[in-house]
């Protein structure tokens, strides 16, 4: 076990600040329209956890979550976004998009998804030392916002996004872990994951074949083949 | 032993043959040979594997115990036979403007992936290798199921992905839970990731942490075995898809999840602390089986039809797993293996017939008896084994479920003979539709009888084990049962 760590100590505090700031991007994630601004506000969501993870390497004197930093900074925060903006050019998407549930709803969900992560994650991490119980309960908020958004946005594209946010909490649970082994390996898979499905958006040219890039198109295919 | 040595070990070999082979695949010009290039390495694969039970042992990435074994020979099996399936299918397709050249490449090359990928998944010691794999499997599926290139095929791969990936990206988080859960039992490293020492030390481990480690890997894993609530992508999958593909997604990609649930079922029963972890799996199991029983009726598409009645033996295997006890295990191991063997069968003749007659859906395809009568007989008896009814081998294991239920959790037998009475009517049902009545036109080129080699040996196996299962082999299931808690 590490050292005991608490509210007042550089070391936590800034770890803390990091992953709330993971979380509130995620939350900007939900209630935003435009699809430019949501890929923007990924971005930041990767830059800020590529600096989470770089500190938690210095944290934990973990040389290779500085690896694992570098990976999401270069992919997520500059290559991905780029590449989805290239596709919103390619398919011309400029609108804004259309959401299942209002914002207040949609903003209702998130809190409650929050306060029900940390009422699940802190009472069982007792044991555990407190840098990881907050990152753990951050990440699993981080990972059910990404869902909440998924299921919320009628578009491919954006729910795209969702899944890119939610694989964004997985790794700040990863990284807030002392000593996890294989972190940077399993950041590579989930990298390789991510590119197969932007790409896949991309490869597949649903906007080309069904005049938009709405999910609910491609249900009325399969209920007619049913 | 270094992890490279590892890797070129036995059990390294087993999963490093398919994939290095569909390298080799997608890289040889000549795609006529692909097909046989897939059919060889699947052999090397299939005779590699069957020497894995004398190779018993755990390293620091790969693991190999009795579970481990006996599945990577069946997924190598089904494997090999659908290796030898799909160089005819595809051919056909081909002829058929369906698929062109590149494509044709691709198709074998995406398989040997899935199936490497699949294999090293079975034999992987390690959960974060073991969750890398089955995300690559993950993705060599969703770019095979796609390759038709239909509307149809673009939707259900999408859907696959999106649900699969949820479901994949959860694992993941359970799989973090799960190394911080086993911390107080063993010191930071690979030891807290790996099935080895992760199962012997579960008393140890916290017990709080170990309920959230199971209950992300329960859907993770449940979305990949295609139970219910988890099971919208699996229909799609099935019926858009390649149908040799129908046949490993089938009965493989669902082998390799229940593995893993197996496997965490028994490090849940070593905590005392932890939750019980046979209830939860047996009500995700029941909802399967139900849902699926019932869904069976209003299908029109007979690879959908089929994909349902998978997922209702999904569900059956994992209701037998979650009773647990060595004698529920047994039957839900052989259940488990036996439905593999004959849905693998199924979709094969299903997949010819539907070549024959230019449509999957049941109006395009009936009275197959009349005219193709080696086709409809071997149909038949593929669907008279999945729907569980004497002398195949699936009726025993079935048997053997409903008896153990009965004895331990007796209300439970009501809804469990329901699902297993209107899956089988259903499935009975069609069968009268496919193989007797009017004909249907045909509309495609006949096949010889390559096509149907694999289903034969599949059903023999089937029902040699259904009417007399021979005492090594009642031995060998007893021990995985006893090997897994």
């Given at each position: 076990?590490?050292?005991?760590?608490?509210?007042?100590?550089?070391?936590?505090?800034?770890?803390?600040?990091?992953?709330?700031?993971?979380?509130?991007?995620?939350?900007?994630?939900?209630?935003?329209?435009?699809?430019?601004?949501?890929?923007?506000?990924?971005?930041?969501?990767?830059?800020?956890?590529?600096?989470?993870?770089?500190?938690?390497?210095?944290?934990?004197?973990?040389?290779?979550?500085?690896?694992?930093?570098?990976?999401?900074?270069?992919?997520?925060?500059?290559?991905?976004?780029?590449?989805?903006?290239?596709?919103?050019?390619?398919?011309?998407?400029?609108?804004?998009?259309?959401?299942?549930?209002?914002?207040?709803?949609?903003?209702?969900?998130?809190?409650?998804?929050?306060?029900?992560?940390?009422?699940?994650?802190?009472?069982?991490?007792?044991?555990?030392?407190?840098?990881?119980?907050?990152?753990?309960?951050?990440?699993?908020?981080?990972?059910?916002?990404?869902?909440?958004?998924?299921?919320?946005?009628?578009?491919?594209?954006?729910?795209?996004?969702?899944?890119?946010?939610?694989?964004?909490?997985?790794?700040?649970?990863?990284?807030?872990?002392?000593?996890?082994?294989?972190?940077?390996?399993?950041?590579?898979?989930?990298?390789?994951?991510?590119?197969?499905?932007?790409?896949?958006?991309?490869?597949?040219?649903?906007?080309?074949?069904?005049?938009?890039?709405?999910?609910?198109?491609?249900?009325?295919?399969?209920?007619?083949?049913? | 032993?270094?992890?490279?040595?590892?890797?070129?070990?036995?059990?390294?070999?087993?999963?490093?043959?398919?994939?290095?082979?569909?390298?080799?695949?997608?890289?040889?010009?000549?795609?006529?040979?692909?097909?046989?290039?897939?059919?060889?390495?699947?052999?090397?694969?299939?005779?590699?594997?069957?020497?894995?039970?004398?190779?018993?042992?755990?390293?620091?990435?790969?693991?190999?115990?009795?579970?481990?074994?006996?599945?990577?020979?069946?997924?190598?099996?089904?494997?090999?036979?659908?290796?030898?399936?799909?160089?005819?299918?595809?051919?056909?397709?081909?002829?058929?403007?369906?698929?062109?050249?590149?494509?044709?490449?691709?198709?074998?090359?995406?398989?040997?992936?899935?199936?490497?990928?699949?294999?090293?998944?079975?034999?992987?010691?390690?959960?974060?290798?073991?969750?890398?794999?089955?995300?690559?499997a993950t993705i060599a599926a969703v770019l095979v199921v796609g390759l038709p290139r239909t509307d149809a095929a673009i939707e259900a791969s999408w859907k696959y992905f999106i649900l699969c990936g949820v479901g994949i990206a959860l694992?993941?988080?359970?799989?973090?839970?799960?190394?911080?859960?086993?911390?107080?039992?063993?010191?930071?490293?690979?030891?807290?990731?790996?099935?080895?020492?992760?199962?012997?030390?579960?008393?140890?481990?916290?017990g709080p942490l170990l309920n959230l480690a199971f209950v992300f890997l329960l859907i993770g894993y449940g979305t990949k075995a295609g139970l219910a609530p988890l099971h919208a992508w699996m229909p799609d999958a099935h019926a858009e898809?390649?149908?040799?593909?129908?046949?490993?997604?089938?009965?493989?990609?669902?082998?390799?999840?229940?593995?893993?649930?197996?496997?965490?079922?028994?490090?849940?029963?070593?905590?005392?602390?932890?939750?019980?972890?046979?209830?939860?799996?047996?009500?995700?199991?029941?909802?399967?089986?139900?849902?699926?029983?019932?869904?069976?009726?209003?299908?029109?598409?007979?690879?959908?039809?089929?994909?349902?009645?998978?997922?209702?033996?999904?569900?059956?295997?994992?209701?037998?797993?979650?009773?647990?006890?060595?004698?529920?295990?047994?039957?839900?191991?052989?259940?488990?293996?036996?439905?593999?063997?004959?849905?693998?069968?199924?979709?094969?003749?299903?997949?010819?017939?539907?070549?024959?007659?230019?449509?999957?859906?049941?109006?395009?395809?009936?009275?197959?008896?009349?005219?193709?009568?080696?086709?409809?007989?071997?149909?038949?008896?593929?669907?008279?084994?999945?729907?569980?009814?004497?002398?195949?081998?699936?009726?025993?294991?079935?048997?053997?479920?409903?008896?153990?239920?009965?004895?331990?959790?007796?209300?439970?037998?009501?809804?469990?003979?329901?699902?297993?009475?209107?899956?089988?009517?259903?499935?009975?049902?069609?069968?009268?539709?496919?193989?007797?009545?009017?004909?249907?036109?045909?509309?495609?080129?006949?096949?010889?009888?390559?096509?149907?080699?694999?289903?034969?040996?599949?059903?023999?196996?089937?029902?040699?084990?259904?009417?007399?299962?021979?005492?090594?082999?009642?031995?060998?299931?007893?021990?995985?049962?006893?090997?897994?808690?």
């Amino acid at each position: 076990m590490g050292p005991r760590l608490g509210f007042g100590v550089f070391d936590y505090d800034l770890a803390h600040m990091l992953g709330g700031a993971v979380l509130v991007l995620s939350f900007g994630l939900l209630y935003q329209r435009r699809v430019s601004a949501v890929i923007t506000l990924y971005a930041m969501q990767a830059v800020v956890l590529a600096a989470a993870a770089a500190w938690q390497g210095w944290v934990q004197g973990a040389v290779e979550l500085y690896l694992t930093a570098a990976i999401t900074l270069a992919a997520k925060g500059l290559a991905i976004p780029f590449g989805l903006r290239a596709i919103v050019r390619r398919l011309d998407i400029h609108r804004t998009i259309e959401t299942a549930l209002g914002i207040f709803a949609t903003m209702a969900f998130g809190v409650g998804l929050v306060a029900l992560s940390i009422l699940v994650v802190l009472p069982v991490t007792l044991h555990a030392y407190a840098l990881t119980r907050e990152d753990l309960a951050t990440a699993l908020s981080v990972v059910l916002l990404g869902m909440l958004m998924m299921i919320t946005r009628r578009n491919a594209l954006t729910q795209v996004i969702g899944f890119l946010s939610l694989e964004n909490g997985l790794i700040l649970a990863a990284v807030g872990v002392a000593g996890m082994p294989l972190v940077v390996e399993l950041a590579v898979a989930v990298l390789v994951m991510l590119v197969f499905i932007v790409f896949g958006v991309f490869f597949f040219r649903i906007r080309e074949r069904f005049d938009s890039l709405e999910a609910h198109h491609l249900d009325r295919v399969g209920r007619a083949q049913r | 032993m270094s992890m490279v040595g590892e890797v070129l070990s036995l059990p390294g070999l087993v999963a490093l043959v398919p994939l290095a082979g569909g390298l080799l695949v997608g890289l040889v010009r000549r795609h006529d040979i692909a097909g046989w290039i897939n059919i060889a390495v699947a052999a090397a694969a299939f005779a590699l594997a069957c020497l894995l039970p004398w190779e018993a042992g755990a390293g620091l990435l790969l693991l190999v115990d009795p579970l481990a074994a006996h599945m990577a020979i069946l997924t190598s099996f089904v494997g090999l036979t659908t290796a030898w399936f799909s160089r005819f299918y595809i051919a056909t397709e081909a002829a058929a403007g369906r698929l062109d050249a590149p494509r044709l490449r691709q198709y074998h090359a995406l398989f040997l992936f899935f199936l490497g990928f699949m294999l090293l998944a079975l034999l992987s010691n390690n959960l974060g290798v073991t969750w890398v794999a089955m995300e690559s499997a993950t993705i060599a599926a969703v770019l095979v199921v796609g390759l038709p290139r239909t509307d149809a095929a673009i939707e259900a791969s999408w859907k696959y992905f999106i649900l699969c990936g949820v479901g994949i990206a959860l694992a993941l988080f359970g799989t973090i839970v799960l190394y911080l859960a086993a911390g107080p039992a063993l010191s930071a490293g690979l030891a807290a990731m790996s099935w080895s020492t992760l199962v012997p030390a579960a008393a140890l481990s916290h017990g709080p942490l170990l309920n959230l480690a199971f209950v992300f890997l329960l859907i993770g894993y449940g979305t990949k075995a295609g139970l219910a609530p988890l099971h919208a992508w699996m229909p799609d999958a099935h019926a858009e898809g390649p149908t040799p593909v129908s046949a490993v997604l089938s009965g493989s990609i669902l082998n390799v999840a229940l593995t893993m649930l197996l496997r965490l079922r028994g490090l849940m029963a070593g905590n005392a602390a932890a939750i019980a972890p046979g209830p939860p799996l047996m009500v995700l199991g029941l909802l399967s089986l139900l849902l699926a029983a019932f869904s069976l009726w209003r299908r029109r598409d007979a690879k959908r039809f089929f994909a349902f009645s998978t997922i209702e033996q999904s569900g059956v295997a994992a209701f037998a797993f979650g009773l647990g006890g060595p004698a529920a295990v047994f039957a839900g191991l052989l259940h488990l293996t036996l439905h593999t063997l004959a849905k693998a069968a199924v979709f094969q003749c299903i997949g010819r017939a539907s070549q024959l007659k230019g449509g999957q859906r049941f109006r395009d395809i009936g009275g197959l008896l009349a005219g193709h009568r080696a086709l409809a007989l071997t149909l038949a008896a593929g669907i008279v084994a999945v729907a569980g009814l004497p002398p195949f081998g699936l009726f025993t294991s079935e048997f053997l479920i409903v008896m153990q239920t009965v004895a331990r959790q007796p209300f439970l037998a009501v809804p469990l003979g329901i699902g297993l009475v209107v899956g089988g009517w259903a499935l009975s049902w069609r069968l009268i539709t496919l193989c007797l009545g009017e004909p249907t036109p045909d509309r495609g080129p006949d096949a010889g009888w390559a096509m149907l080699a694999p289903a034969w040996l599949h059903l023999a196996i089937v029902l040699v084990l259904g009417l007399a299962m021979p005492a090594a082999l009642t031995a060998w299931f007893t021990t995985i049962a006893g090997s897994v808690r």
